[in-house]
């Protein structure tokens, strides 16, 4: 798991700095959707996490989780933070 969020945090970071003018993470680090837009896709996953958690749904709970995670990586990257903010942070939680 390490490994795969390690390469789309890679993703991410690049993406933000050469905003490939097709690419929906870049959009996110322009002023054209920016951090407002990341915040309202955490809220809105997070609610969509948890109705597929009621229903009992596995493949929605993945998909929606996944979901959360990408756009928890966007906002880290916005913060200029990194995977190691948040391994520290969870260290700490042991």
Not at 15 to 24: H, N
Not at 62 to 85: C, P, Q, R
């Amino acid at each position: 798991m390490d490994e795969i969020l390690e390469e789309l945090f890679a993703v991410i970071e690049d993406r933000k700095e050469t905003l490939p003018e097709d690419s929906y993470t870049a959009s996110l680090f322009t002023h054209e959707k920016g951090e407002n837009a990341v915040l309202e896709k955490l809220g809105e996953e997070s609610t969509e996490l948890v109705l597929a958690a009621k229903d009992d749904d596995r493949e929605e709970i993945a998909h929606e989780g996944a979901d959360i995670i990408y756009h928890l990586l966007v906002l880290l990257s916005m913060k200029d933070m990194d995977l190691a903010d948040l391994e520290a942070e969870l260290e700490a939680r042991r």
